[in-house]
């Protein structure tokens, strides 16, 4: 089974505090996501990485940035915390379209961190 | 600027009833997933829709696209309480090697006995 796992479930943070989200997935994935959910938004996607050290900007990249120094992990960093980052975070992990025979690039989803920015 | 509706936004329904959940969206994609989430959980992939005509079905619940019609749907055929959770429509479009996608906003589905 794939698993993709985040480094926190909850966590609560002061504006202006510098605030890391790890990602760690075990299937050898290439492609990696952030996204935020917000109520009535869906899901909306910050960065994306389809490599090691190579990242693309998402659809609402301003607040953050990313790093993917390994294949496994990807960092989803909060330079300044502000109150209207408060959100649920999702990681997701893919394999190229294609890849692996009869392999799909669905998306799995790790559990979610729920930050708040006070 | 790729645009994925989802209607109805909230469904309540008995059990045993039939419905429907449509996802329409913008430009031409020929990839469609349909995800499910609990309360308090994380998306669970239910369908892969690949291709113009496809139709996928796991019990109560049947996927179609089509393609020329930028439309998906999500049959639910004699719901069932354990049915209840958000549904996610994601529309793909390629970026480089990775497929970006693009969600709607979800439906809630709430089964009642």
């Known amino acids: 089974d794939v698993k993709v796992t985040q480094s926190s479930r909850y966590l609560v943070k002061r504006t202006g505090e510098k605030v890391f989200l790890e990602c760690v997935q075990d299937?050898?994935?290439?492609?990696m996501f952030w996204y935020r959910q917000d109520p009535g938004l869906g899901l909306r996607l910050i960065y994306f990485?389809?490599?090691?050290?190579?990242?693309e900007k998402g659809d609402i990249p301003e607040g953050y940035s990313v790093s993917r120094e390994k294949k496994e992990r990807f960092s989803l960093i909060l330079e300044s915390a502000s109150t209207n980052q408060t959100s649920m975070y999702l990681c997701?992990?893919?394999?190229?379209?294609?890849?692996?025979?009869?392999?799909?690039?669905?998306?799995?989803f790790g559990p979610g961190t729920r930050l708040t920015v006070l | 600027e790729l645009k994925v509706e989802q209607n109805p936004l909230f469904l309540s329904m008995q059990e045993g009833k039939n419905y429907t959940i449509y996802c329409n969206y913008s430009t031409t994609s020929d990839r469609l997933y349909w995800y499910r989430q609990d309360p308090g959980k994380s998306l669970e992939s239910l369908f892969v829709l690949l291709s113009n005509g496809a139709v996928k079905q796991e019990g109560r619940l049947m996927a179609s696209l089509d393609t020329k019609a930028r439309l998906s749907t999500l049959h639910i055929t004699a719901a069932v309480h354990d049915l209840s959770a958000t549904y996610f429509c994601?529309?793909?479009?390629?970026?480089?090697?990775?497929?970006?996608?693009?969600f709607g906003t979800g439906t809630r589905l709430q089964v009642t006995l």
């Open positions: 990485s389809y490599d090691v050290k190579m990242k």
């Open positions: 994601a529309v793909a479009s390629l970026a480089g090697t990775a497929s970006k996608l693009t």
């Open positions: 997701a992990s893919s394999l190229i379209p294609g890849q692996r025979a009869t392999s799909t690039d669905t998306q799995y």
């Open positions: 299937m050898d994935h290439e492609n």
